[in-house]
């Protein structure tokens, strides 16, 4: 079924719904976890055509990535993570894309009318743009 599931992390509290229903699903399927987190202030989008330190935010994305990492595998999963830099639907597109995953998953935050279109661009616009399914799940 899926051999490879890229799971959209935020940093945030949403992160757990979402980890933990792909963590039951990848125990299912024997899939391989890959994590990403999209780093999107100025510096993560100008870093490297301005051959930029990382940043703060930089640094504490990479080290959330690496905790998420750490905890997975010690429940025997297979994990990679990665910290992505620039604009978040692009970046996860094109992740999905290079590291050949066959499901993206990611957290959605249930936003109304003006919202939406503020809010949930990412959400909308991986789902629309990449030919694997995408499972969003509500953030609670």
Known sequence: MYHRILVAVENSEADRAILA??????K????ELLLVHVADGWAARHFDELKLRESEEMKA????????????TSQGF????RLALGDPATELIKAAADQHA?????STHG???ISDVL????ADRVRHLVKIPVLL????
């Not at 229903?21 to 990848?26: G, P, Q, S, T």
């Not at 066959?102 to 990611?106: G, P």
């Not at 799940?137 to 609670?140: I, Y």
């Open 137 to 140: 799940l509500r953030a609670q």
């Open 111 to 113: 936003h109304r009318f």
């Open 78 to 81: 297979t994990v990679e993570a």
């Open 28 to 31: 299912l399927t024997g899939a």
């Open 61 to 72: 994305d990479r080290a959330y990535l690496e905790e998420l990492r750490r905890d997975l």
């Open 119 to 122: 809010h949930g661009a990412t």
């Open 102 to 106: 066959d499901l993206i998953a990611m």
């Open 21 to 26: 229903h792909v963590a039951r699903l990848a």
